[in-house]
C-alpha cells in the first residue's frame, strides 16, 4: 500500500477512476429514481466539485437523500485525493528535474581533465558514443529540447544552456578540462565558442566543426587547434574509393579481406591510413618515396602507390619518383593530417599582407 501511494501517478490514475465509478453509479441512481439523464449529470457535477448551485430536482425523498448524502461522501473525499494526487505529480516532477540537476551539476564539479562537447546533434552523438566507449569523462552542453532529451536518454552529463554563454561553459568545468569539441551546424557560433573557451582556458584542446572551408581559418584564428570539415572529409573519402578502388580492395585482401579491420587495428596503435591524391603543383610532385617521407619526418608510412595509369605498387622502393595524379597509401599519425595536407595538396597563393 505504501508503494503505492508513493507514486504520484498511480495515484492520479486510482483517483480518476475512482471519481469515474462514483459519478456513473451516481447518475444511473438518479435516473433510476426518475430524473432525467443531463439532470441527473448536471446534478452529480455540482455535488462533486462543491459548487451549491441549488438541486436541479426536490431531494425530498428518503433514496434520493441517500443518494445525495453517499455523493456528497464519497464524491468530495474522492475530488480532494484527485486534486491532491495532481498536485503531488507535478510538485514531484518539479522537484526532480531540480534536484536532479543539482546532483548532475555537483558530479560535474567534480570533473577534471575531462571533455566538454558543444552540440548533441549528429555529430556530437556520434562524438559521445566513442568518447564512452573510451571511457573518458565528457559533458555536453546543449539547450534544444529534442537533443536534450535524447542526452538525458543516453546517461551523459549535461548542461542546459547556450555553449556561447561563458557562465555556461564555467559550469561545464571548462576551467579544468582538458579539451572542448565544439560541433554546431553554425560555424558563426562554433567560431564564438572556441573564442570564448580559449579566453577561459588557454591549455585546452579545442576541436571545431566548420561547415564551410572559409570559416577553417576563422576558427584557427579564434583558438582551435584543429578544424574538422565534414562535407571535406566526406568527399575526400568518397574520391579515394572512387581513384583508388584497386588498391583498397588489394589492401584489404592483404589484411584478410577487411579493410575496416585494418583501421581498427591502426588505431588501437594510435594510427590510421588515409590514401591522398598527389595534385598537380604540390611540393610531393616530382619526389621520391625517400624524400617524401623524409619531410614527413616520422609523419607518415607510404605503404602503396596507385599509378594515375592504374598500376598498384606494394611497399615502393625510396627511390620510386611519384608524379600528379598518383594515389599513395599512408599509415600515419592523426595529429599529422595537416601536415600531410601541406605534402600533397595543391599550393595556394597567399594574400599580401595588410600593411
Not at 564512452?132 to 538525458?152: I, K, Q, S, W
Not at 584557427?220 to 572512387?242: C, D, K, T
Request: with cysteine.
Amino acid at each position: 500500500m505504501a508503494q503505492f501511494l508513493a507514486s504520484p501517478l498511480r495515484n492520479l490514475v486510482a483517483g480518476l477512476a475512482f471519481m469515474l465509478a462514483v459519478g456513473l453509479v451516481a447518475t444511473l441512481a438518479y435516473v433510476a429514481s426518475g430524473w432525467s439523464l443531463p439532470d441527473a449529470v448536471y446534478m452529480v457535477v455540482l455535488t462533486v466539485y462543491s459548487v451549491g448551485y441549488g438541486e436541479v430536482e426536490p431531494v425530498n425523498t428518503p433514496g434520493l437523500r441517500a443518494i445525495t448524502i453517499a455523493l456528497i461522501v464519497a464524491g468530495c473525499t474522492g475530488m480532494m485525493f484527485l486534486t491532491g494526487s495532481l498536485f503531488q505529480l507535478i510538485t514531484a516532477s518539479q522537484l526532480q528535474q531540480v534536484f536532479g540537476s543539482r546532483r548532475m551539476q555537483k558530479d560535474i564539479d567534480k570533473l577534471s581533465n575531462h571533455v566538454i562537447v558543444c552540440g548533441f546533434g549528429r555529430i556530437g552523438q556520434m562524438l559521445c558514443h566513442e568518447l564512452r566507449a573510451a571511457g573518458g569523462d565528457f559533458v555536453v552542453v546543449d539547450r534544444a529540447e529534442d537533443r536534450l532529451a535524447a542526452a538525458r536518454n543516453a546517461g551523459h552529463f549535461l548542461i542546459v544552456g547556450d555553449a556561447t554563454d561563458e557562465e555556461v561553459m564555467r559550469q561545464a568545468g571548462v576551467t579544468r578540462a582538458r579539451a572542448l569539441a565544439t560541433v554546431l551546424p553554425e560555424d558563426a557560433a562554433n567560431v564564438f565558442i572556441t573564442l570564448s573557451a580559449r579566453s577561459l582556458n588557454r591549455d585546452l584542446t579545442i576541436i571545431a566543426r566548420g561547415e564551410l572551408p572559409s570559416t577553417e581559418s576563422k576558427l584557427i584564428q579564434a583558438g582551435a587547434n584543429r578544424v574538422v570539415l565534414p562535407a571535406r572529409i566526406g568527399a575526400e573519402r568518397v574520391a579515394e574509393l572512387l581513384l583508388h578502388r584497386d588498391m583498397t580492395r588489394l589492401i584489404a585482401r592483404i589484411r584478410g579481406g577487411s579493410l575496416e579491420r585494418l583501421a581498427i587495428d591502426l588505431q588501437r596503435l594510435g594510427l590510421d591510413i588515409e590514401m591522398p591524391t598527389v595534385e598537380a603543383g604540390s611540393r610531393s610532385a616530382g619526389m621520391t618515396i625517400g624524400r617524401i617521407e623524409a619531410l614527413g619526418a616520422g609523419a607518415f608510412l607510404v605503404v602503396a602507390i596507385e599509378r594515375r595509369s592504374g598500376e598498384t605498387i606494394l611497399q615502393p622502393d625510396a627511390g620510386i619518383v611519384v608524379g600528379a595524379g598518383d594515389g599513395l597509401a599512408l599509415v600515419r599519425r592523426p595529429e599529422k593530417a595537416q601536415q600531410i595536407e601541406d605534402l600533397f595538396a595543391a599550393a595556394t597563393i597567399e594574400a599580401t599582407p595588410r600593411t
